[in-house]
Each structure stands twice: as C-alpha cells, then as structure tokens.
C-alpha cells in the first residue's frame, strides 16, 4: 500500500496560499482598472471642457466667464496630478501582489513536483515489493512424495 506523502499538508497550505493570492491579485486588478478609468474620465472632462472654452473664446465671453472656465481647468488639472498618483499607487500594489502571486505559485509547483516524486518512487516501491512476492512465491516448491517405480 502507497505510503502518505509526508509533506501533504504543507503541499495544501501551498495551494491555498497561491488561491488567496490569486483572489488578492484580482482584487489589485480591479481597483486599478478602476482608477485608470476614472483618470481616462477625468481627461475626458478636461477636454470636453477645453474645446468649450475655445468655442466660446471664437464667439467672444466676458472676462469673468473666462475666469470660471480657467478655475474649472486648474481644478480639473489637480484632480488629474492626485488621480494619477492614485493610479500609481494602485499600479505599485498590483504589482507586489503579482510578484507575491508568482512566489506562492512557485511554492506550489515545488511542492507538486515533490508529490509527483513520492508518488513515483512509492509505485517502485511497490513494484519491487509485487515481484519480491511474486519471486519468493514461484521458489516455493511444494515437494510432493515422490513416486519411483521399479520393474
């Protein structure tokens, strides 16, 4: 009978650690899709609001509208300076939890590879341990009485 592979707990603490990990990494790629989204959003503003700006500049606007659309940029800009240290920060945490994810899969298929290798060597084993059998059972011989006839 195959023996336990000694280390089988470890080999699932293994996978379950390269699970959590894949859940954390998952978890890293949305929230970074969704600040480069809301960045993407915020250009588009910035610029929606620029051509504005320039159609009311060729029809001509007071001085105080000027204003309001200048503010409005300036702001629009700071949001995109703060969004995209956002999307920094975001894209530094998913690439540690990458990184840590390649780690744990690494773990993983080492531990794998040392289970493939016990089972294996456990088949040789019993391979060995069959034809032992097999060979000590075929040198028995049952000696009978002979029989001899004389004539």
């Known amino acids: 009978m195959a023996r336990r592979f000694p280390l089988q707990t470890v080999r699932q603490l293994a996978q379950r650690r390269t699970e959590d990990a894949a859940v954390e990494l998952q978890g890293h790629s949305t929230r970074l899709r969704a600040a480069e989204d809301k960045l993407k959003q915020l250009r588009g503003y910035r610029d929606e609001y620029r051509t504005a700006k320039a159609q009311a500049m060729v029809q001509g606007m007071a001085m105080g509208r000027l204003r309001e659309f200048e503010t409005?940029?300036?702001?629009?800009?700071?949001?995109?300076?703060?969004?995209?240290?956002?999307?920094?920060?975001?894209?530094?945490?998913?690439?540690?939890?990458?990184?840590?994810?390649?780690?744990?899969?690494?773990r993983e298929k080492a531990m794998d590879a040392l289970a493939e290798r016990h089972a294996a060597q456990e088949l040789q084993r019993e391979m060995r341990q069959d034809r032992k059998s097999q060979d000590e059972f075929s040198a028995r011989v049952k000696p009978g009485p002979m029989k001899i006839r004389l004539k």
Request: aromatic fraction near 8%; avoid cysteine.
């Open 72 to 106: 409005f940029l300036a702001r629009i800009e700071e949001a995109i300076a703060a969004q995209s240290l956002e999307v920094e920060r975001v894209r530094a945490a998913w690439e540690a939890a990458r990184l840590h994810w390649v780690e744990q899969h690494k």
